[in-house]
């Protein structure tokens, strides 16, 4: 049993940054997910286990980053330059065996999510 918790969230102008927090219970692969209201929630960002290895959809590349800190159990997602299309909640996951994933399905544990807004 994996727990997550998100935190991080909130309201920002477009051009400005965020740091979500997703704080795992247990060395898990993490993906940050998010959802648009009306839309499926997709893939934005995953890690490895030990952080070494790192994936990101087109729409985060060069603008977010990923990260983890096994001795805080914490895996973060930092959005820079964010714009309006980013608004979403955000949502991380685990899986429990190695390998990056962009799909849904091979993650078994999700957290409740967190609320990104960007504003024009």
Request: proline share 3%; with cysteine; glycine share 12%.
């Amino acid at each position: 049993q994996v727990q997550l918790v998100e935190s991080g969230g909130g309201l920002v102008q477009a051009g400005g940054s965020l740091r979500l927090s997703c704080t795992a219970s247990g060395r898990s692969v993490i993906g940050w997910f998010r959802q648009a209201p009306g839309l499926e929630r997709d893939f934005v960002a995953a890690i490895s286990m030990r952080g070494a290895s790192t994936d990101y959809a087109d729409s985060a590349k060069g603008r977010f980053t990923i990260s983890r800190d096994n001795a805080k159990n914490t895996v973060y997602l930092q959005m820079n330059n964010l714009k309006p299309e980013d608004t979403a909640v955000y949502y991380c996951a685990a899986k429990i065996l190695p390998g990056l994933e962009r799909d849904r399905a091979p993650y078994g544990y999700w957290g409740q999510g967190t609320q990104v807004t960007v504003s024009s």
